[in-house]
């Protein structure tokens, strides 16, 4: 659940959702993530706040985009720490 009024930006509340669900296996490896779309209807925020979400997914190594096809489950994690 995204709280808005903490001290964690919302953006870095999505990232850290999506993340534990790869985590725990409900994303698997080379399938895709939620759309931005998705996202944006899920915690109900603005089109820039999720594509931000998705930005740090990709900076942790967790997610890779491909071009007009969308963003998918990276093969193997970094590692990098989930709250970064």
Known sequence: MIQPDAPIPVYLQIANIVAGRIERGELLPNR?????????QE??????TARHAVAVLR????VFTVPQRGTY????????????
């Not at 489950?73 to 970064?84: D, I, L, Q």
Request: hydrophobic share 30%; glycine share 10%.
């Open 32 to 40: 895709p993530i939620p759309s931005e779309t998705q996202l944006r």
């Open 43 to 48: 915690f109900g925020v603005a089109r820039d």
């Open 59 to 62: 900076e942790r190594g967790l």
């Open 73 to 84: 489950v990276a093969e193997k994690p970094t590692g990098r720490s989930m709250r970064s």
